[in-house]
């Protein structure tokens, strides 16, 4: 069978990471969280006191830190320089920042090749905002996977809960709104479907579900 290029963009929490890792896993592909990548460049940068105006400086970490991700039990284990920032880089703090960092070009330009690289070989499920425009705009299958605001929140808020996090739901609301407008509204490699990307609203679907939903669109293809 082929080794095909899976490309799954959309919004936060819309369950792509989730659906993303289960379709790898039952296809025996790798799978790559490109949203952790830029995770970890804001949570580098907040370490070193960066300001998120510090384009040159932001892109350079990028440059130059070893940042390796890896799956154990269904998680995305992320290290930075061999430090483990796998919940680190999931705080609340992080997550306000890392929209503005996202925002910056040459950092854009630094992922794009790193992700470009990690799928060269195929056999990969990729996603984050712009896998399907910009990053593998020949993906085999590209999924543009969303769902309404108010279940993303909830899902975000049962997500941090089930972590310790005490936050407000109407408030996280409005900070994933914050972060969708930013991601859709900035310059460099915009959140928006890819003309030939394929809709699943996952509103009032399960995991399973949408998972059925793409791999059927990967067996059409196989
Ligand atoms: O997927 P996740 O919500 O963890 O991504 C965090 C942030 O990283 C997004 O809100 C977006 O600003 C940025 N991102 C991006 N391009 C990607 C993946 C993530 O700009 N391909």
Redesign the pocket.
């Known amino acids: 069978p082929k080794h095909l290029v899976i490309a799954i963009?959309g919004p936060?929490?819309a369950g792509?990471?989730t659906v993303a890792q289960i379709v790898a896993q039952r296809l025996g592909y790798t799978y790559i969280?490109?949203?952790?990548?830029?995770?970890a460049v804001?949570w580098e940068s907040i370490h070193r006191g960066l300001s998120s105006c510090d384009s040159g400086g932001i892109a350079s970490i990028a440059k130059n830190i070893n940042l390796k991700l890896s799956y154990v039990n269904g998680m995305t284990n992320v290290t930075i320089n061999g430090l483990d920032v796998t919940d680190a880089i999931r705080t609340p703090e992080v997550?306000k920042t890392?929209?503005s960092?996202?925002?910056i070009p040459a950092l854009?330009q630094v992922?794009l090749k790193m992700?470009r690289d990690m799928a060269s070989s195929g056999g990969v499920v990729m996603?984050?905002?712009?896998?399907g425009t910009h990053?593998l705009p020949g993906a085999d299958i590209k999924v543009f996977l969303t769902a309404s605001i108010k279940e993303r929140a909830k899902r975000r808020w049962e997500e941090l809960s089930d972590k310790g996090f005490d936050v407000d739901l109407s408030q996280l609301e409005s900070e994933i709104a914050s972060?969708d407008k930013?991601?859709c509204e900035r310059e460099a490699?915009p959140?928006v479907k890819a003309p030939d990307a394929i809709p699943i609203d996952t509103t009032n679907l399960s995991i399973d579900e949408a998972v059925q939903q793409i791999l059927c669109l990967c067996e059409e293809k196989m």
């Open positions: 963009d936060a929490g792509k990471s969280d490109t949203g952790a990548m830029y995770r804001a997550s890392v929209s960092v996202a925002q854009r992922m992700q996603d984050g905002r712009d896998i990053v972060r930013q991601d490699a959140l």
